[in-house]
């Protein structure tokens, strides 16, 4: 019997999150859980204020440079010493009115087949968000990058197994910890982690499910698909070179 006090480690990263960060911690606070961290990435905003302010205060690593998505992540596990059987990767500008944690380590402990699980994700509004993907080819990436294809124009795909999911909330099984107490590739500044460790997990036999019977509200902003030639779709540009280079032929010919 999972005890998401103790067998789950919940993850997460900001940076200038001071619009949403009292909807997640008041979220985190109405069920209770308390193993939870935080990584501030340099806000200059009131986020670091608030979470200081908060119950999670002891909880909180806070860098003076800014770094990448996946090395913050790495860091949390590595500063807190973490040995979770579980890591629930989530993002500042979620929250949620069920308890879905509950709900996806339920369904991981019934499956050991599974690495990696994640909700539905909705819209503030309560429209879903497409973010149950098929590994993306050349097309699909380059009309994201050009800016033609939004996510809410993307497939869904229905599940229960998927290719990859938005690495915005993901429940990830610990035997997909790497050497070093690393769960996600820091050669990811930002973007691809999330279809990196989904691919890997398929690498590793491993099942990559989608909940449809549980959710969480997501403030989706898609920085990188709003402007061209911003630092955010470079990045995103740079990620998924990184990511063909490294799987190759594994990926190119899935």
Same mark, same amino acid.
């Given at each position: ?74 860091? &949390? /596990?590595?500063?807190?010493? +973490?040995?979770?059987?579980?890591? *629930? #990767? ?8 069920? !308890? ?70 993901? &429940? /990830?099984?610990?035997?997909? +910890?790497?050497?070093?107490?690393? *769960? #996600? ?8 982690? !999330? ?60």
């Amino acid at each position: 019997m999972i005890q998401p006090q103790k067998d789950i480690s919940i993850l997460v990263v900001t940076h200038n999150h001071s619009d949403y960060i009292d909807n997640l911690l008041a979220s985190i606070e109405k069920f209770g859980y308390t193993n939870v961290f935080f990584c501030d990435a340099v806000s200059t905003d009131d986020t670091l204020s608030k979470l200081k302010n908060s119950s999670f205060s002891k909880n909180v690593l806070i860098k003076t440079s800014l770094e990448g998505f996946s090395k913050n992540n790495n860091d &949390l /596990i590595r500063h807190f010493n +973490l040995d979770s059987k579980y890591y *629930l #990767l989530l993002n500042p500008d979620t929250y949620f009115d069920v !308890d879905f944690i509950k709900v996806l380590s339920t369904t991981m402990q019934n499956d050991n087949s599974i690495g990696i699980a994640t909700p539905l994700l909705k819209y503030p509004d309560g429209r879903n968000q497409v973010s149950w993907k098929k590994f993306p080819g050349f097309i699909t990436v380059a009309k994201k990058r050009l800016g033609v294809l939004r996510s809410q124009n993307e497939h869904q795909m229905s599940g229960p197994e998927i290719d990859w999911c938005l690495g915005a909330c993901m &429940l /990830i099984t610990n035997k997909l +910890l790497k050497e070093g107490q690393t *769960l #996600l590739d820091e050669r990811y500044r930002l973007y691809c982690e !999330d279809i990196d460790i989904c691919f890997e997990a398929k690498q590793k036999k491993m099942k990559v499910v989608a909940v449809n019977s549980t959710y969480v509200y997501h403030n989706l902003n898609e920085k990188s698909s709003k402007h061209i030639f911003s630092k955010y779709n470079m990045w995103n540009i740079a990620s998924i070179l990184k990511f063909i280079a490294k799987w190759n032929f594994k990926y190119l010919s899935k």
